[in-house]
């Protein structure tokens, strides 16, 4: 009887089907989202600390490795800042709260936001004159449409890398598509700061929800000289990677940025550095006159 009961559950059984697997996005469309559509690579190129929508404020500990010619560590430096933003997009105030791992004293914390208070001041009265002569001036003679608009720095990065799409990982519990970047051997770059990122190749890691650029690495192929070599040189294999990690569901901020560079400086100077930052504490502000924030 039990072997009857059990040749009826082998028949029975059916092995689980098999999950198939989502297949990879087609390389065009999703470039024309993250790169065409967004700031895609340009990111790295805006200031990593801004939360460009303004909700929030965190803090970054900044780490400075000193090495010496055989990679071991010579000295630290530790350096704190608060991030908070001023009201106005894509602008923050980066306020110095520990300076060579020694707490700033409320006096040196004031000067900097009397300081900073006053830079602002006299930004928006250029701004203001700006604006004022830049008005008068149209008004005068209106200026033309031009016919061709000027290239967008989003665009320069699909004309200078060949992109490729990897597979589909996970980072933070987030789908991520993974992309690697390399330059175009026939691209010529216009400016010099265009041959700056024509010597990287890397690595990015792009939400598949928003096409949000989250994590990237890049790598120099080539040494880098400034000034012929005598300001400086960055030797080739000096890498540098930046994260994001999105807060609440509704913002991307900075999470860590990691620097490893060699090079020389002024002919004589070895630079040897290991260079990191680490955001934490994001949380909602409220900025009065003092710039004092408050936890929601």
Known sequence: MNFFRYLFLILAWQPPAQQVEKPLPELKTFLQEFQGKRSGLAKVLMDVEVDPTGQYTYTETCTEFTLDSAGKVRNAKRDVFEIIPTGKPYE?????????????????????DREFK???????????????????????????????????????????????????????????????????????????????????KGKAWVS????????????????????????????????????????????????????NADGRILLLKGLHEHVTSEFSGYRKYSVDTQFHVTEK
């Open 92 to 112: 923050v105030y980066r306020r110095q709260t520990v300076k060579s791992g020694v707490t700033l004293s409320q006096k040196a914390l004031d000067k900097q």
């Open 208 to 259: 598949e929800e928003d096409y949000e650029l989250a994590r990237v690495e890049a790598e120099l192929m080539d040494g880098l000289s400034f000034g012929g070599g005598i300001l400086a040189k960055i030797q080739k294999g000096s890498r540098a990677s930046m994260e994001w990690r999105k807060a609440n569901n509704e913002v991307w901020l900075p999470y860590k940025r990691e620097v």
């Open 118 to 200: 006053e830079r602002l001041a006299r930004e928006e009265a250029e701004a203001r004159k700006w604006a004022a002569a830049a008005a008068a001036k149209a008004a005068r003679a209106p200026r033309p449409v031009p016919a061709t608009p000027p290239p967008q720095r989003e665009s320069m990065f699909l004309a200078m890398y060949e992109f490729e799409i990897v597979r589909r990982e996970v980072l933070d519990g987030r789908p991520v598509i993974l992309l690697t970047f390399q330059p175009k051997p026939n691209y010529t770059p216009r400016e010099s700061f265009d041959r700056i990122l024509h010597h990287a």
